[in-house]
């Protein structure tokens, strides 16, 4: 059995899997208005515990669902089952002391849903299930956020200041965008259609940060958070140009651990603008 099933080996997924709920958690604290509350603090501890175990539980299933092997299916169910066990427990946990984060079910079961349906079609890692499974992602920064305290589900979503909901879509295109940025350098590296698909999306992207992030600057504040998340998204689009070409002249050595470290200093910045969010 050459993976552990216990512990996910897609690596360039935990920068999604944990940026956007860290970052929310910041937030939360910043626009919380009481720090005295024990039971907002117990829900914000278990939240983060709830989607890294769901991550794994969703990993295991992943393993479990595509080998054939009676020996490996059996070695992968357990660790399916304690994860599935313990994402129940944290999320009934956060839901027993704010039932009304249910609302956010109407967005995460769906997308769930065609993250499941990939993996019963074994197309785990196909375009339309990466993208689901990062807008889920980008959603846990405003779901920290709604269990703040600040404003009561459902009107949170109109009480909500602009930047938040900016900030949210901003890590959600980001992180979509390196999908199609890393299947140019990978997968699709010879696909020259499929690389003007990125590029046009990385435009696109870098239009529409720029557009939300003048309107909730008109909102009120979000200047330094508003021009790092500018700044990530410039340099995302420009690496979208010029690094696929770099990489199909060198492909061994373009391997996928060098694309992400080259990724880290883009989500440092991201991390850092989303962390800002409502502070400058």
């Known amino acids: 059995m050459s993976t552990n099933p216990w512990v996910p080996n897609q690596h360039g997924a935990w920068a999604m899997l944990l940026l956007p709920i860290v970052t929310g958690l910041i937030t939360a604290a910043v626009i919380a208005p009481s720090y005295g509350n024990p039971v907002q603090w117990l829900a914000l501890t278990f939240m983060p515990l709830a989607w890294i175990f769901g991550y794994a539980a969703f990993f295991a299933f992943g393993l479990w669902f595509k080998t054939r092997a009676p020996s490996r ?31 956010w079910a109407v967005a995460f079961i769906p997308l769930i849903a065609v993250a499941v349906m990939e993996i019963f079609r074994r197309r785990p890692r196909s375009l339309i ?25 459902p009107w949170f979503f109109s009480e909500a200041p602009v930047a938040i909901w900016v900030t949210t879509l901003i890590i959600g295109l980001y992180f979509t965008g390196t999908i199609f940025y890393v299947k140019t350098i990978i997968r699709e590296r010879d696909n020259a259609p499929f690389e003007n698909v990125s ?28 021009l790092l998340m500018i700044a990530v998204m410039a340099a995302a689009d420009l690496r979208a140009k010029l690094i696929p070409p770099i990489a199909k002249a060198n492909p061994r050595e373009w391997t996928p651990q060098k694309v992400g470290m080259w990724e880290i200093p883009l989500c440092l910045v991201l991390a850092l603008g989303a962390s800002l969010t409502l502070v400058v």
Do not use: E, K, N
């Open 73 to 103: 299916r059996r070695a992968y169910l357990w660790p399916l089952l304690t994860y599935t066990a313990l994402t129940i427990a944290c999320c009934a946990v956060v839901l027993f002391l704010q039932p009304r984060l249910l609302w």
């Open 129 to 153: 299930s990466g993208i689901s499974t990062t807008v889920a992602s980008a959603l846990m920064y405003i779901v920290a956020v709604s269990a703040s305290g600040f404003s009561v589900l």
């Open 199 to 226: 590029l046009r999306y990385h435009r696109i992207a870098l239009l529409l940060t720029l557009i939300t992030s003048v309107a909730a600057a008109f909102d009120g504040g979000y200047t330094a958070s508003g």
